[in-house]
């Protein structure tokens, strides 16, 4: 399955709501799929599984919604620390593969 | 709490092997499958290989399949990926991953970069 992130960058400023999308080449099972955000230097950090479920220790302004073959991550109000690469996954169907990620950056 | 140690990254030339290795702590490691992820330098996150808890089953992506050799030793807590035949574009920073009952990676290494260079 192949997922692709839009948009490549965001370009934002604290405070501000943030809506990155995830599409899949075709149906994940199970909404079987997760957010990551990736800070330079740093592994992926887990934010969302299953489509919405908030790991442990996630603030509640990421939120993730979304089935079949579109996803989207919102950050409600951006904090500083937020500005970060984000991934999407999915684990329905092996091989587990990745999108390509959105750069959120500070405008 | 779930911990996970990469080693044995460094610069190789190409044709040659490298043998890394995970060290893991927090967790019973002998009840977990596990996984290799990889990372090329500005670029996004690729699933290499799992094991299974109790190493007899193992897959990998088509883009390693017959060069690298995944494999555990319950009794160290320590997973390994042996890599041979190596090729430029094998050159990422190397995470090994643990699944939960959420998802496949949960928890990640700090990872261990490899560079594939003449």
């Known amino acids: 399955i192949v997922l692709t992130q839009s948009p490549g960058t965001l370009s934002l400023s604290p405070g501000e709501r943030a809506t990155l999308s995830c599409r899949a080449s075709q149906s994940v099972y199970n909404i079987s799929l997760a957010w990551y955000q990736q800070k330079p230097g740093q592994a992926p950090r887990l934010l969302i599984y299953?489509?919405?479920g908030r790991a442990t220790g996630i603030p509640d302004r990421f939120s993730g919604s979304g089935s079949g073959t579109d996803f989207t991550l919102t950050i409600s109000r951006l904090e500083p620390e937020d500005f970060a690469v984000y991934y999407c996954?999915?684990?329905?169907?092996?091989?587990?593969?990745f999108g390509q990620g959105t750069k959120l950056e500070i405008k | 709490q779930v911990q996970l140690v990469e080693s044995g990254g460094g610069v190789v030339q190409p044709g040659r092997s490298l043998r890394l290795s995970c060290a893991a702590s927090g967790f019973t490691f002998s009840s977990y499958g596990m996984y290799w992820v990889r990372q090329a330098p500005g670029r996004g996150l690729e699933w290499v290989s799992f094991?299974?808890?109790?190493?007899?089953?193992?897959d990998y992506a088509d883009s390693v399949r017959g060069r690298f050799t995944i494999s555990r030793d319950n009794s160290k807590n320590t997973l390994y990926l042996q890599m041979n035949s190596l090729r430029p574009e094998d050159t990422a920073v190397y995470y090994c991953a643990k699944p939960s009952q959420l998802l496949p990676f949960h928890y990640w290494g700090q990872g261990t970069l490899v560079t594939v260079s003449p």
């Open positions: 996954q999915q684990y329905g169907s092996p091989p587990y593969t």
């Open positions: 094991v299974s808890f109790d190493g007899n089953t193992k």
């Open positions: 299953g489509a919405s």
